[in-house]
């Protein structure tokens, strides 16, 4: 793990620090989600009857630098679960610091935990940077996604 890092489980009092990195990583996506959207993502992170859950990064001085968010499913090819990593995204002062791998890591320990089968993420083909720390971390399988 990175020094001055630590991953843990988002809280509710964290809602404040997580909003502006959710605002960076769909500004980063050039997107735009309703508040309403938002606001069911974060509720959803808190109900331990969802399926999902954030994982955040937090600094030596207590301020949020980044996320993870998992989805925790079944599947058809599998008896254990999977677990989907939907999104990640690390503030751009906090990069170059492996805070993106922690989490990273931390997923998989989680995954682990739980007995999943299957750890797996997307992200665009364009997205250098991260997919070169993704090529240490995992295999790409060379699938492409369709979406209607």
Request: glycine share 6%.
């Amino acid at each position: 793990m990175s020094a001055g890092v630590a991953i843990r489980q988002s809280r509710l009092e964290d809602r404040a620090a997580w909003a502006p990195l959710w605002a960076g990583y769909l500004e980063f996506y050039e997107s735009d989600l309703p508040q309403r959207v938002t606001d069911t993502t974060w509720a959803r992170f808190h109900d331990s009857s969802e399926p999902v859950i954030a994982l955040v990064a937090e600094d030596d001085d207590g301020s949020l630098i980044g996320f993870a968010h998992l989805v925790f499913h079944r599947g058809t090819w599998a008896i254990g679960d999977f677990c989907y990593l939907e999104d990640l995204f690390v503030a751009p002062e906090a990069r170059g610091r492996g805070v993106a791998r922690a989490l990273i890591e931390a997923l998989y320990a989680l995954a682990d935990e739980r007995g999943c089968e299957r750890v797996y993420w997307l992200t665009h083909e364009n997205n250098a940077t991260a997919r070169a720390l993704y090529d240490k971390l995992a295999r790409h399988r060379g699938f492409i996604q369709y979406q209607r």
